[in-house]
């Protein structure tokens, strides 16, 4: 069974860090673009980063950008999201989300979330006093 498993959420208070863990099973992450969507309660999901499968290309969302730092560990088939200066507005269910691209196209890293193939079930983050 093709499956991802997020982890590493939690309570934090402004000005804090964490790391979430994005891990994969029945399947390697080597051939796959990974994302983090984040979505907050009584808004739409978004995209927080993304990496790509070759060259390890990234993007963030504006918001995060300076703050965030994504990384992959393919010989732990592992994503991670380090987020640092944490806000209240960080406040929500973080996503990972993986697609596997032709092999043209693994040096890019997708943004839309309608391209992913496999999602996490969410980790909590609540950035709070």
């Known amino acids: 069974q093709l499956q991802l498993v997020e982890s590493g959420g939690g309570l934090v208070q402004p000005g804090g860090s964490l790391r979430l863990y994005c891990a994969a099973s029945?399947?390697?992450?080597?051939?796959?673009?990974v994302g983090w969507f984040r979505q907050a309660p009584g808004k739409e999901r978004e995209g927080v980063s993304c990496?790509?499968?070759?060259?390890?290309?990234?993007y963030y969302a504006d918001s995060v950008k300076g703050r965030f730092t994504i990384s992959r560990d393919n010989a732990k088939n592992a994503v991670y999201l380090q987020m640092n200066s944490l806000k209240p507005e960080d406040t929500a269910v973080y996503y990972c989300?993986?697609?596997?691209?032709?092999?043209?196209?693994?040096?890019?890293?997708?943004?839309?979330?309608?391209?992913?193939?496999?999602w996490g079930q969410g980790t909590q983050v609540t950035v709070s006093s």
């Open positions: 989300a993986a697609v596997r691209l032709p092999l043209l196209l693994r040096t890019i890293c997708v943004h839309e979330q309608g391209r992913y193939d496999y």
């Open positions: 029945g399947f390697s992450l080597d051939d796959y673009a």
């Open positions: 990496i790509s499968s070759l060259d390890a290309n990234t």
